[in-house]
């Protein structure tokens, strides 16, 4: 930090830089990206540095709130490790939430890790999802073209080699921002050890060798870099809860790193560590569009045993920038009556019933709708203590505008 008696010597030289601080909660908040010549990220902070948003001079007006102060400058040590779910979930990032992540990290002039180990299984799972996802749209095809008494086929047939190309090429896109890390014998001696010996996230019962082979990589980055991991792998929290933070083994192992380790359960989780950005559209309206979506979603695509979908009773939605001008990406949790009850197989119906929908999106400021939805899931709740009876996800994403 510059000490403030030399303020006064840099405030000249603040008139020229291209961004500027505004106070949090003013409507002008917004985080483009900058770099200074010494491609070092240049911060003017308030009070508090948690509350840093960069706004470009010729957007400041004249506002009251704006204040210039100290600038600090911190080197580009930020580094991400992500798991195969998030590239598969999240559409190889080309989600509205892998967007928005992509975003955050060049925002913060880090790099995502991707282990050697994560990038093999990628290459099998991408292939598989790809060929299911293509056997359904062929089939939903053919089902449509018995209906309209007309053949519809795939234009482009899509094979193994069309997915392995796609993830090449998604590859090369990222490549400014990819870090791969290689799999290494020690890695792999020192995951062995902890398989054998039942330390997290390796367990009695499963013996994951991969998830300590990748936390092997993490310790190693860590000696250079302040390190996040996302993964909702059980293994790496206390008592498999996420809600706990990390594994007390791993705490132990982050505490004789160089660099800090923190873990996210989920990219939306990793964000949310983020100040919100200041919004000009109503939530409400968002809100309303999910509901449209989940109602059509539940009530039509979703096998699940009896009920239909009633009042709305509770509602969450959180939004993060995306590189796309007028979109947010959303992650969204609402709750609603089950009318019916829940009918459990041909046996009894449990009232009263609830159930929450969780999932993410896409909104357009500009035309008002709700796309993108991704991983969409279903808990389903019985009794007055809201018991759980059953929970559903599918992996799918939708186009649909609402």
């Avoid at 508090?48 to 506002?63: C, E, I, S, V």
């Avoid at 482009?156 to 890390?181: A, H, M």
């Avoid at 046996?347 to 609830?354: D, E, H, K, L, S």
Wanted: proline share 6%; with cysteine; charged share 20%.
């Amino acid at each position: 930090m510059i000490p403030s008696r030399a303020f006064h010597c840099l405030a000249p030289l603040c008139r020229h830089l291209p961004v500027a601080l505004v106070k949090p909660g003013s409507h002008l908040s917004h985080c483009p990206n900058f770099r200074s010549p010494l491609s070092r990220r240049v911060r003017l902070t308030l009070n508090d540095p948690q509350n840093t948003h960069f706004l470009p001079r010729n957007k400041l007006a004249a506002h009251p709130n704006t204040r210039f102060c100290p600038v600090t400058i911190r080197p580009p040590a930020y580094l991400m490790v992500t798991k195969r779910p998030n590239y598969l979930n999240e559409r190889l990032l080309l989600s509205a939430m892998g967007n928005a992540f992509i975003r955050s990290i060049r925002q913060q002039q880090g790099r995502i890790g991707l282990p050697e180990i994560v990038a093999k299984e990628l290459h099998n799972k991408i292939k598989e999802e790809g060929i299911r996802l293509t056997k359904t749209l062929g089939d939903t095809l053919r089902a449509a073209g018995h209906f309209t008494g007309r053949k519809m086929a795939l234009v482009v047939p899509l094979d193994e080699k069309s997915f392995e190309d796609g993830l090449r090429n998604r590859l090369d896109q990222l490549s400014s921002c990819l870090e791969k890390i290689p799999f290494t014998h020690q890695h792999a001696q020192a995951a062995l050890d902890r398989v054998i010996q039942g330390i997290a996230p390796s367990l009695a019962k499963s013996e994951e060798f991969r998830d300590c082979a990748i936390w092997e990589a993490t310790l190693e980055l860590a000696s250079n870099f302040s390190v996040h991991l996302i993964t909702n792998d059980r293994g790496f929290y206390r008592n498999r809860d996420v809600t706990q933070g990390i594994a007390q083994e791993l705490a132990s192992d982050c505490q004789k790193t160089p660099q800090v380790v923190q873990i996210h359960e989920s990219i939306a989780a990793y964000l949310r560590t983020f100040p919100a950005p200041m919004i000009t559209f109503s939530m409400n309206s968002v809100e309303s569009r999910i509901e449209a979506w989940v109602r059509t979603d539940f009530g039509t695509s979703l096998p699940y045993q009896g009920g239909t979908l009633g009042n709305r009773l509770a509602s969450e939605v959180q939004h993060f920038f995306t590189e796309e001008v007028n979109q947010f990406a959303i992650q969204f949790t609402q709750e609603f009556e089950l009318v019916e009850g829940y009918k459990e197989g041909k046996g009894r119906i449990y009232q009263p019933a609830f159930v929450t929908a969780k999932g993410s999106c896409a909104y357009c400021t500009t035309t008002n709708t709700v796309t993108e939805v991704t991983n969409p899931g279903y808990s389903i709740y019985v009794g007055e203590d809201k018991r759980l009876i059953t929970s559903i996800s599918h992996f799918r994403g939708f186009s649909m505008g609402f």
